[in-house]
């Protein structure tokens, strides 16, 4: 009987042991070169090649201007789904010239991992409008220079503001220089579409930056004869991609 018992008490004491040992393994992950780097934009990828034995709930990528980004001090954040193998995001709204760090990182139900770190600085290729500081992506298109991005100045270049505009009767009822923003949205749109102006505005010959100017009938040929022609134009000067374009973008 003592035997027995002695037996009893070493096998709990072992599987104790056991329980209380085990190792937590964690998924491994790879953080790959940054691609397709814009002065704002780029696209960042990854892969999870195991999962340490837990399903992974979560990844995504830890951007930052400092080393070591991590999901407890970042400058931005993604969560791409769940699982193994490859993910990728092209991340948006960047500061150009500017670098940035990069890490991968997946979770489990045991732990949070994240893979090697990548550096990678954004394009300049910009000017900026001295009337407000904003800065603005700008293209060359056989022998001219474009504004890549939509204007959203709220001053015209002799330091004269131009009303702000809310209501679309008002709007109507315009004799001088104005500017509405879609759906009155301040806080996203203007960022990304930039701001309506009215024909007083764009009459003035105040409305460019210094330095620019609104295209002629003639500039606007040139810009289409170099692209093949004013039937295909338009989609050559799309931005590829179905972030801001519906599918399929054809022709971007």
Known sequence: MKVRRNFWVVANLLL??????????????????????????????????TDGGSAIKDRGFCIDTIPNPSLERYAIKTFDGNGLGAFSRKVSRLKPNKTYFVRAFAYNDEVIVYGNEIQFTTLN??????????????????????????????????????????????????????YCIIFNDTEEIPDIYGHLYNFHAVNSGKLCPIGWHI??????????????????????????????????????
């Not at 070169?33 to 780029?42: E, F, K, L, M």
């Not at 050559?236 to 179905?242: A, P």
């Open 16 to 49: 104790i042991l056991f329980q209380s040992c085990t190792k937590v393994v964690p998924p491994t992950i790879v953080t790959h070169q940054v691609v397709d780097i814009t002065q704002t934009t780029a696209t960042i990828s990854g892969s999870i090649q």
């Open 125 to 178: 290729n910009l000017f900026v409008d001295t009337r407000d500081g904003k800065f603005y992506k700008m293209v060359n298109i056989g022998t001219q220079i474009w504004m890549a991005e939509n204007l959203k100045a709220t001053k015209l270049n002799d330091g004269s503001s131009i009303p702000h505009v809310t209501d679309g009767d008002d709007w109507g009822e315009q004799t001088s220089p104005g």
């Open 215 to 252: 295209p002629t009938t003639d500039e606007w040929n040139i810009l289409f004869n170099y692209l093949g022609g004013i039937d295909i134009a338009g989609a050559k000067l799309k931005e590829v991609g179905i972030e801001y374009w519906a599918s399929p973008n054809i022709g971007a």
